[in-house]
């Protein structure tokens, strides 16, 4: 069984980076045929997909979120992480990571709120 | 750009009471279309993959049809803990959630 758990700060300044980690267990993110994804959740609103790498380094976007994101791994540790640039208070949301297998995200961690406010 | 709108945005049903979602796409997406339950401070859980087929340990009392741009899914009679907000979502052209429909206690 696949296991996510996301890490990184609760609380980040406007204009600053938002960093966080995911880290799986269960599973190798080296292995084919998933693609390891970062979605959010703005408080009372719906799931936002903001991107996804593949094991081989590809990486995918979505295109309204593509100039301030970066998805990045570390297979050696079996993680990969997230960095979404120049953050105002409309990034304020829950970030889940979750797996993208063939279509659609089988297992996800329990999300981790990250409020953005000086 | 895939737009899914999901109907109705709430829809208000007794325990026992049979549920039907609907899922619209502003253009084909095959069966390419996965259903997602999520509880309050829970992250979603995937119930349907590929339109019509049941996630590991997901009851048959939940259901999924459809292809192209219309899709259902069908919970057949609603137990105390299926009250919670559906999402649809697709990948055929980018990936994209709908907007969610909650099912509330009447």
């Known amino acids: 069984q696949v296991q996510l758990q996301e890490s990184g700060p609760g609380l980040v300044k406007p204009s600053q980076t938002l960093s966080l980690t995911c880290t799986v267990s269960?599973?190798?993110?080296?292995?084919?045929?998933?693609?390891w994804s970062w979605i959010r959740q703005q408080p009372g609103k719906g799931l936002e997909w903001i991107g996804y790498?593949?094991?081989?380094?590809?990486?995918y976007y979505n295109a309204s979120l593509k100039s301030l994101v970066t998805i990045s791994m570390d297979a050696s540790k079996n993680q990969f992480s997230l960095t979404l640039t120049s953050v105002t208070a409309a990034d304020t949301a829950v970030y889940f990571c979750?797996?993208?297998?063939?279509?659609?995200?089988?297992?996800w961690g329990q999300g981790t709120l990250v409020t953005v406010s000086s | 750009e895939i737009v899914l709108t999901q109907s109705p945005a709430t829809l208000s049903l007794s325990p026992g009471e049979r549920a039907t979602l609907s899922c619209r796409a502003s253009?084909?997406?095959?069966?390419?279309l996965a259903w997602y339950q999520q509880k309050p401070g829970q992250a979603p859980r995937l119930l349907i993959y590929d339109a019509s087929n049941r996630a590991t340990g997901i009851p048959a009392r939940f259901s999924g049809s459809g292809s192209g741009t219309d899709f259902t899914l069908t919970i057949s009679r609603l137990e105390p803990e299926d009250f919670a907000v559906y999402y649809c979502q697709q990948r055929t052209n980018w990936l994209a959630f709908g907007g969610g429909t909650k099912v509330e206690i009447k």
């Open positions: 269960g599973g190798s993110i080296g292995s084919g045929g998933s693609y």
């Open positions: 979750a797996r993208l297998y063939g279509d659609c995200f089988d297992f």
């Open positions: 790498i593949h094991h081989s380094g590809n990486t």
């Open positions: 253009q084909s997406v095959s069966i390419s």
